[in-house]
C-alpha cells in the first residue's frame, strides 16, 4: 500500500476528474495537499471537503506567477512540497488539415508549458531537501499515434520525453520523476468531448470497459509515494490492456 503520511503534494488540476481523485486518496493515506485549478467554485468545494489537510489555490498552469504562489501557499500552510502531480490539461480533437498554429500553441501552453514552470517551480524546493516525487500525466497518446490527436498527442509526447530529460538530471538530488498514461478514463474530459462510456462500447479496450478516475489515482499514488523509492524515468500506463497490442475479433488472423 502506498503510503503518504508527511508528505506534502500540490496536485493540479484537482477540481474534479482524475485530479480530484487523486486528491481525495492522497489526503485519506495521511498527505497533505495543495488544490489547484481554473476552476475556483469546484476546487474550494472539494478542498472544503477535505478539511485541515487542504487547501485549493486559484491557478492557472500556464502562468509561472500562479506557479509562485501555488508554491508559497504549499511552504505556508504545510511547510514545504515533497510530492508535485503535475495533472491539468486541456483536450481536443481535429484532423491534421484544420489544426492551426494558435491553437497548438494554446494547447501546448498549458499541457506541456504547465508541467515544464510546475517542475521548475518545485525543483529548487526539492533540491535543497534532497528528496521529491514527481509525477506528470501524459496520455495513450503519448505513446502512439492516434488520428484526430496531432495537437493534443504532440504535448503529451513532449511531457513524456521532459519528464524522462529531468529524471535523468535530478536523480542524483534524491529526486523522482515518472510520467503516467492513462487509456480512457471517465472523467468530465472525455464527456465533453462526446465519447460514449457504456457497456459494449469499448471492443478495442482488452479489460472492454473504461476506467474510473480511482484508478489512475492509486497508480500515481504509487509513483508518488516511498514505495516507488527506486523508481524514475520511466512510463506508467493505465489503459485496460489498450498499448499491450491490437485486439481483433477472434478468427481474423
Ligand atoms: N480522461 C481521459 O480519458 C484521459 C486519458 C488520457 C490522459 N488524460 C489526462 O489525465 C489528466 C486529467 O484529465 P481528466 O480526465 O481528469 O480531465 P478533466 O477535464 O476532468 O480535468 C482536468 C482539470 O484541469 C483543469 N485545467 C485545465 N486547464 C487548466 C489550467 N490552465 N490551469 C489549471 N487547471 C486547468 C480543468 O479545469 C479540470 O478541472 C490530464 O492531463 C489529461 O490529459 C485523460
Redesign the pocket.
Known amino acids: 500500500m502506498a503510503e503518504l503520511t508527511g508528505k506534502v503534494a500540490i496536485i ?8 480530484e481523485a487523486e486528491a481525495r486518496l492522497f489526503v485519506a493515506k495521511g498527505a497533505k495537499v495543495v488544490l ?4 475556483e467554485e ?1 476546487g474550494a468545494k472539494v478542498a472544503a471537503d477535505l478539511g485541515d489537510a487542504a487547501r485549493f489555490v486559484r ?4 502562468d509561472p506567477d500562479d506557479w509562485a504562489t501555488v508554491v508559497e501557499t504549499a511552504v505556508r500552510e504545510f511547510g514545504g512540497v515533497d510530492i508535485l502531480i503535475n ?5 481536443w480533437t481535429n484532423g491534421f488539415a484544420d489544426e492551426t498554429a494558435e491553437r497548438v500553441e494554446k494547447i501546448m501552453q ?2 506541456f508549458f ?1 508541467v515544464w514552470h510546475g517542475m521548475q517551480a518545485v525543483l529548487p524546493l526539492m533540491k535543497a531537501k534532497r528528496a521529491g516525487a514527481i509525477v506528470n ?5 503519448g505513446l502512439e499515434g492516434l488520428p484526430g490527436h496531432s495537437a493534443y498527442g504532440a504535448t ?1 509526447w513532449a511531457v513524456r520525453g521532459l519528464s524522462k530529460t529531468v529524471a535523468l538530471e535530478v536523480g542524483e538530488h534524491g529526486i523522482r520523476v515518472n510520467s503516467v ?5 471517465d ?4 464527456a ?1 468531448v462526446g465519447v460514449e462510456r457504456g457497456e459494449g462500447k469499448f471492443p478495442t479496450v482488452p479489460m472492454r470497459r ?1 476506467a474510473a ?1 480511482e484508478e ?1 489515482a492509486e497508480v500515481v499514488a504509487f509513483l508518488a509515494s516511498d514505495a516507488a523509492s527506486y523508481v524514475t524515468g520511466t512510463e506508467l500506463v493505465v489503459d485496460g490492456g489498450l498499448m499491450a497490442g491490437m485486439t481483433v475479433p477472434a478468427g481474423t488472423y
Open positions: 493540479t488540476g484537482a477540481a474534479r476528474g482524475q485530479g489547484t485549478d481554473l476552476l469546484d491557478h492557472d498552469v500556464a495533472n491539468a490539461a486541456i483536450y498549458v499541457n504547465g500525466i501524459s496520455s495513450q497518446a503529451k498514461h492513462p487509456g480512457v478514463i472523467t468530465p474530459m472525455i465533453a473504461v478516475p489512475v
